[in-house]
């Protein structure tokens, strides 16, 4: 079971899952539409589900024949959780504990869940390794944490657990976002003709969707007694804004004025995914550059029309939109 499966991640996800042999079940409310997975919509082993995950009675019926979960589902990032910071809580926390105790019940025997880089807060270290300190600073990141460590205290012979937090995911999906940083970019580079930087010198850690679906399923196939209990960093490339303006307008064009703007947020952190490849053996192999050159692709043949207003590519617009509770 793919909670989210219909969001930016599971809709690169749920094919890639498809494609290699599995049967795959989407929890989902299908907020971006249904069309996002019409690529495998008649697939024989695809089986959706249009279900809020805070129903006990969807998560249970979706979980029907399952033997892994992959937990996606939840309102992503600080703008969109702040937005709504109740409905934010119902979702990413609240209904955390009932869907791992529903796992559990179902016989669920590896529940992988999609935290958050953010949990580690500002750090001072050159590097961000998964043995720092826990340091939230918003309430999105602090139930990502907590989620964790509920998670952590669930873990038990039979029920095994992975928790993975992703760098910004960038590149193109059929659920697109761009709302997120190289997206972003991208965006206003190619259909506006500008780019602006808040800041430049703040680092990012950046990964490809492709290899940040790669991984989930990679997860899938490794021994649990591997992955039981661990916890990865997933990120590839760490730039500074100002860099990602930079390797952006090298692919849109190079007369494109780069503005730069004052910010208070000069949050910059350095995450190592070391862990990742040491450990798994994964190795991320799509770059920004690929994913700048993807968007531009998406943005050339139709794919995204409308890209600047069109609220499915923006959380919080989309929320604001449905009014969503």
Do not use: W
Not at 31 to 49: E, F, I, M, P, S
Not at 238 to 266: C, F, Q, W
Request: a negative charge; charged letters at 25%.
């Amino acid at each position: 079971m793919v909670t989210g499966g219909a969001g930016y991640v599971g809709s690169v996800l749920v094919p890639l899952l498809l494609e290699k042999g599995h049967r795959v079940t989407v929890l989902d409310l299908f907020l971006y539409g249904t069309d996002v997975l019409d690529g495998v919509k008649d697939h024989a082993n695809l089986r959706l589900v249009a279900g809020d995950l805070r129903s006990r009675a969807c998560v249970e019926d979706a979980l029907t024949g399952c033997d892994a979960v992959i937990h996606l589902a939840c309102i992503s990032n600080d703008p969109s959780f702040d937005l709504d910071p109740e409905l934010g809580k119902s979702i990413n926390y609240d209904a955390f504990t009932p869907l791992v105790e529903a796992s559990k019940a179902a016989g669920i025997e590896l529940f992988i869940y999609a935290s958050s880089s953010s949990v580690y807060g500002i750090k001072s270290e050159p590097e961000v390794t998964e043995d720092l300190s826990l340091e939230p600073l918003t309430d999105y990141s602090k139930y990502k944490a907590l989620c964790e460590a509920i998670l952590e205290e669930a873990r038990k012979p039979g029920f095994a657990t992975c928790i993975i937090r992703p760098s910004t995911v960038c590149g193109y999906g059929p659920r697109q976002r761009l709302d997120v940083i190289v997206n972003i970019l991208t965006n206003f580079a190619y259909n506006k003709g500008h780019i602006t930087v808040f800041g430049g010198s703040q680092k990012r850690p950046n990964i490809h969707i492709k290899d940040m679906a790669g991984l989930y399923a990679f997860l899938l196939e490794q021994p649990l007694e591997k992955i039981d209990g661990k916890v990865f960093n997933a990120g590839y490339e760490n730039y500074t804004l100002m860099e990602l303006a930079h390797i952006v307008r090298s692919i849109v064009g190079p007369d494109i004025p780069i503005n730069v703007e004052k910010t208070d947020d000069l949050r910059s952190y350095h995450v190592s995914s070391e862990r990742m490849r040491r450990e798994l053996g994964f190795e991320p192999t799509h770059s920004v550059e690929d994913a700048v050159r993807d968007l531009v692709s998406a943005f050339k043949d139709g794919r995204l029309a409308n890209s600047m207003d069109d609220p499915r590519f923006s959380n919080i617009k989309l929320m604001k939109s449905i009014n969503l509770k």
